[in-house]
């Protein structure tokens, strides 16, 4: 699961006397996360964000709907993205290969962007007033496997079996992705590689 989420780029606010207004929706994501750094999420006004950058509370808006959405990058491109590598998956792989094959490849960043990614899932998993978006973009997430698994089983994507693989696999990755921010020295593709084969074998070794 990535929250999807490109890594934020654009000039530290150290340097912020002088610069020019923001000008970017990546600039505009990394300003957030630094003033969610040093205020934390809840003390972090919009009117902060614009006004560390530059812009007008008006001009935020033009970049994110929401300070959440800022947290969440752009969320629907990654979407269209898991898709895709859905899709490209061989006909000849399990579903649940195919899956595991994804999810890993989809959740892999260059390592210069891993803190970043890190940053923002301890903002999505960790700040309660974060959870009940964070509950609709993983519903959006889960639907991507859920489809995916109806065309597999031939079945529509309201019957249980597909139904069940998008909750178990998202579950799996939420797991990974806890275990990640807990243990600092982990991998997040070998965590997600693991849960996910183990949700394939069903438990069935214990």
């Not at 490109?6 to 610069?19: F, H, L, M």
């Not at 300070?67 to 491109?77: I, P």
């Not at 899956?99 to 390592?111: G, I, K, Q, S, T």
């Not at 909750?167 to 275990?179: D, F, G, K, N, P």
Request: aromatic share 10%; with cysteine; hydrophobic share 45%.
């Amino acid at each position: 699961m990535q929250s999807l989420p490109n890594k934020p780029t654009g000039v530290s606010a150290a340097a912020r006397t002088g610069r020019p207004p923001v000008s970017s929706r990546s600039e505009l994501e990394r300003l957030g996360f630094e003033l969610f750094a040093r205020k934390g999420f809840d003390r972090t006004t919009i009117d902060d964000i614009a006004t560390a950058a530059g812009i007008g509370r008006r001009t935020f808006f033009r970049y994110f709907a929401s300070k959440n959405d800022l947290v969440w990058g752009d969320f629907e491109a990654q979407l269209v993205r898991l898709e895709v590598l859905l899709a490209s998956a061989d006909p000849a792989t399990s579903m649940m290969d195919a899956l595991r094959y994804a999810v890993v490849e989809f959740n892999r960043f260059d390592p210069a962007e891993v803190s970043w990614h890190r940053q923002r899932m301890e903002l999505i998993l960790r700040v309660p007033t974060l959870q009940a978006d964070s509950t609709l973009r993983y519903a959006s997430w889960r639907e991507v496997v859920t489809r995916f698994a109806a065309t597999r089983t031939c079945l529509a994507p309201s019957a249980m079996l597909p139904r069940l693989v998008g909750h178990s696999v998202l579950a799996s990755c939420i797991a990974a992705y806890e275990h990640w921010l807990t243990e600092v020295d982990s991998e997040l593709d070998r965590l997600l590689d693991e849960v996910l084969r183990e949700l394939t074998a069903g438990f069935g070794r214990y």
